[in-house]
């Protein structure tokens, strides 16, 4: 039996957010347009020590992204995964130029 692998070719930016680098990911964000970029919002759950939600504003709506999930920006827009399945799908390949 021949085995097969998915051939991803397409390139990606991302950013994972930590709790605390809300100013890291605005400027990531921003999708360079004159229009002023979106503000970020931190939202905490109910619970007292329970982790920090960071909202993003998008065209799409608004994205939740927990701590630890990563922040992908596509040629079609930003989403967001998962670590364990965002390290399954991608590999770093190094800094933009």
Known sequence: ???????????????????????????FVD???DNPPLPLMIDQDFLPGSPRILLIPTTDGELRAYVGEWIIRASWGLYLLEPYIFWTIYEPVGDEA
Do not use: F, P
């Open 1 to 27: 039996m021949t085995r097969y692998r998915t051939k991803t070719v397409e390139l990606v930016n991302a950013i994972q957010w930590t709790g605390s680098n809300e100013g890291e990911i605005a400027r």
């Open 31 to 33: 999708d360079g347009s």
